[in-house]
């Protein structure tokens, strides 16, 4: 208990960490963008930030309010799935199949205890899954994170008509599906959230570029 208890910790401390750092990158970067954006762009305006000299500038503001307020979302969002990514791959390399996977069969021997043995075609399987996902959400895992990432396992499963010409169990299909998703999520990924970052940089590139063109202000 006391190992698996440190193991949360591990896990917690790593998510938080991991999570404190992104949100800390995104913060700053999107003030660097704000800050650095609106002063350009009233420079260009002459300063009067809502006056418009030019269809270049025009463009300009329309990029940075819609960047104002859609980059933000998607650097926290992607920090989120960074971290989550991140956690999912440690748990998985490292202890998968003494945590991961037994958790999973024993909510699928429930699961075959309550449901009808027969599945007759692909549309059963998903929503066999469905339920599957559901019972797993209700059930109480003392890991958090186990459970996201076999809720999440679970959502990436798909079935077709393979499945039932092999006339493999339900249950047989899922773990091994589950199984190949798990290898997938090895890999952590943050090009999502450099790409948005790179963005904020391009947009007030660009606002520079068109204030210290005259000509194209002029226009």
């Not at 899954?129 to 003392?142: F, G, P």
């Not at 999520?185 to 005259?214: E, K, M, Y």
Request: glycine share 4%.
């Amino acid at each position: 208990m006391n190992t698996h208890l440190s193991y949360i910790k591990k896990l917690t401390i790593l998510a938080t960490k991991t999570l404190f750092k992104y949100y800390l990158l995104a913060i700053l970067s999107t003030l660097i963008y704000l800050i650095a954006g609106y002063l350009l762009l009233k420079s260009n305006s002459e300063g009067t930030f809502f006056s418009m000299t030019g269809q270049p500038e025009t463009i300009g503001k329309f990029l940075w309010l819609i960047g104002l307020i859609l980059l933000p979302i998607l650097l926290f969002l992607f920090s989120n799935k960074y971290v989550f990514s991140t956690v999912a791959s440690k748990v998985i390399e490292e202890r998968q199949d003494d945590l991961i996977v037994p958790v999973l069969d024993k909510i699928l021997l429930v699961f075959q205890s309550n449901q009808p043995d027969l599945i007759q075609n692909a549309g059963d399987y998903t929503f066999a899954k469905l339920k599957l996902i559901n019972d797993v959400k209700n059930t109480r895992i003392e890991n958090p994170w186990i459970k996201r990432i076999v809720v999440f396992g679970l959502n990436k499963i798909q079935f077709d008509s393979l499945d039932l010409d092999n006339n493999n169990s339900f249950y047989d299909i899922v773990k091994a599906k589950f199984i190949a998703v798990l290898e997938m999520l090895t890999a952590s990924d943050n090009r999502p959230f450099w790409i948005c970052i790179a963005l904020q940089g391009l947009i007030i590139l660009l606002i520079w570029f068109v204030g210290s063109d005259p000509s194209l202000v002029a226009k």
